[in-house]
T-cell receptor, first 111, second 113 residues
Framework: RKEVEQDPGPFNVPEGATVAFNCTYS??????FFWYRQDCRKEPKLLMS???SGNEDGRFTAQLNRASQYISLLIRDSKLSDSATYLC????????????FGTGTKLQVIP | DAGVTQSPTHLIKTRGQHVTLRCSPI?????VSWYQQVLGQGPQFIFQ???????GRGNFPDRFSARQFPNYSSELNVNALLLGDSALYLC????????????FGDGTRLSIL
């Protein structure tokens, strides 16, 4: 079983739709969580950190459920420019570091 | 301010050779991490360095090594290259290792023939 699992997709959604991605992690020592987006043949770019209380940045909302060990990302009012691969990340804190990326979920927003 | 810079951008090597990849973090960032990304996969964690000390290591063989310099730049070395080492090698920096998002460079695309 992978330490961080994501549905690879692709998710094909029309412009204006709401889409949700889930990610599960198996390492209970994970303390920090992030969502990155990666465009084809480009480097990952930080989208947002994920906090236990949930956090929102414009059309994007991230949630963390520590009890069930999953992280979610909600994108509202999808734009064509949202088309990318979304990577979920879990990292432990303190001591020896381990940072684990999921394989990514591909989103294609269609006109 | 400059972001994370990596060199070279592309590199072609043959099996058995060794390679050194370089990374300069964002100014003020003291932690540098290295990742390997093959097509269709997420980045795989190789190393993390902070204040010139190794602070994390992923599941990579001893052919992979790294170091961090007093100016916080870093090198990743890979010996005895295999075809399977062909990948995009990404460097990321953060202020400190803990609870901090990482900012990635453009990567070095390594091809092994």
């Amino acid at each position: 079983r992978k330490e961080v699992e994501q549905d690879p997709g692709p998710f094909n959604v029309p412009e204006g739709a709401t889409v949700a991605f889930n990610c599960t992690y198996s390492n209970s020592a994970s303390q920090s969580f992030f969502w990155y987006r990666q465009d084809c043949r480009k480097e990952p770019k930080l989208l947002m950190s994920v906090y236990s209380s949930g956090n929102e940045d414009g059309r994007f909302t991230a949630q963390l459920n520590r009890a069930s060990q999953y992280i979610s990302l909600l994108i509202r009012d999808s734009k064509l420019s949202d088309s990318a691969t979304y990577l979920c990340v879990a990292a432990n804190s303190g001591g020896y570091q381990k940072v684990t990326f999921g394989t990514g979920t591909k989103l294609q927003v269609i006109p | 301010d400059a972001g994370v810079t990596q060199s070279p951008t592309h590199l072609i090597k043959t099996r058995g050779q060794h390679v050194t990849l370089r990374c300069s973090p964002i100014s003020g960032h003291k932690s540098v991490s290295w990742y390997q990304q093959v097509l269709g996969q997420g980045p795989q964690f190789i190393f993390q360095y902070y204040e010139k000390e190794e602070r994390g290591r992923g599941n990579f063989p001893d052919r992979f090594s790294a170091r961090q310099f007093p100016n916080y730049s870093s090198e990743l070395n890979v010996n005895a290259l295999l075809l399977g080492d062909s990948a995009l090698y990404l460097c990321a920096s953060s202020l400190v290792p803990d609870n901090q998002p990482q900012h990635f460079g453009d990567g070095t695309r390594l091809s092994i023939l």
